[in-house]
């Protein structure tokens, strides 16, 4: 189950992803990127009136009621999803993640991206966070078999 450390780690990773969109509405521009590292990173202001890689367009309700379903299979399911150190890592990673995007669609009503790495779309902090759940739900997957083998 989630405990406590996980939960703070959540909201101080929603908490992060917000102030960094906050900041990209105050201080970029839709038309003019900040260059980071040429042809590599830069800053831009983007909406989001859809989900990832923009499918679903100007769906908001639709995916703001998914996102919160989502949201309420991991809570109840999640001693199913989390039993090992990788797969809490990976659902605190994706709940922080699809909570950060939800709440931008359930309040803005289009989700904020804003990093641009040349070879990915415009995403923001949530979307590299369930990146990054994806990443540790494999490696989870490849290790708890090793151990699994090990232990047999």
């Not at 406590?4 to 917000?18: A, E, K, N, P, S």
């Not at 989900?51 to 009621?65: P, S």
Request: proline share 1%.
């Amino acid at each position: 189950m989630i405990n406590l450390r996980y939960t703070v780690f959540i909201f101080l990773g929603i908490l992060l992803d917000q102030l960094l969109k906050f900041a990209a509405i105050r201080f970029l521009s839709f038309d003019k990127a900040l260059i980071i590292i040429h042809n590599i990173f830069s800053l831009q202001l983007v909406y989001n009136f859809g989900a990832a890689y923009g499918i679903l367009q100007n769906q908001r309700w639709l995916l703001t009621i998914i996102g919160f379903l989502v949201l309420c299979f991991c809570f109840i399911f999640q001693k199913k999803i989390a039993d090992t150190f990788l797969s809490k890592l990976g659902l605190s990673f994706f709940v922080m993640g699809a909570l950060g995007n939800w709440l931008d669609r359930l309040f803005r009503g289009y989700v904020v991206d804003f990093l641009d790495i040349k070879i990915f779309p415009i995403l923001n902090l949530s979307d590299i966070s369930i990146n990054i759940a994806i990443l540790f739900f494999i490696l989870g997957l490849f290790f708890d078999k090793q151990d699994e083998i090990k232990s047999t």
